[in-house]
């Protein structure tokens, strides 16, 4: 068992910077591939990026280059660094764990979201 808690959303203009954080604890946490997720309301969950325990990181195309998904094994954390937000971005963030990829069927572990908000 993981349990996931993210933190750091909010209210951001267009064009902004913020960075989620999501802490692991439970289980051995290198053992798990990470992920972040977004569904903003009226529309499906969907896939942000995703870290497996090589390394090998991937995005959805519409925040590559500008969102950068890492993890501190030491620290049981996992961050989602945004830049140059628009205004699609908005939408609440969850942090995942298990195999990896872009399928939310792929993760087991969730945390409870945090709201991200790009204003003008």
């Known amino acids: 068992q993981v349990q996931l808690v993210e933190s750091g959303g909010g209210i951001v203009q267009f064009g902004g910077s913020l960075r989620l954080s999501c802490a692991a604890s439970?289980?051995?946490?290198?053992?798990?591939?990470v992920g972040w997720f977004r569904q903003a309301p009226g529309t499906e969950r969907e896939f942000v990026a995703t870290?497996?325990?090589?390394?090998?990181?991937g995005y959805r195309e519409s925040v590559k280059g500008r969102f950068t998904i890492s993890r501190d094994n030491l620290k049981n954390m996992v961050y989602l660094q945004m830049n140059n937000l628009k205004f699609d971005d908005t939408a609440t963030y969850y942090c995942?764990?298990?195999?990896?990829?872009?399928?939310?069927?792929?993760?087991?572990?969730w945390g409870q979201g945090t709201r991200v908000t790009v204003s003008s």
């Open positions: 995942a764990a298990g195999m990896g990829g872009g399928s939310s069927r792929s993760y087991d572990y």
């Open positions: 870290l497996r325990q090589s390394g090998v990181a």
């Open positions: 439970g289980d051995t946490f290198t053992n798990y591939a």
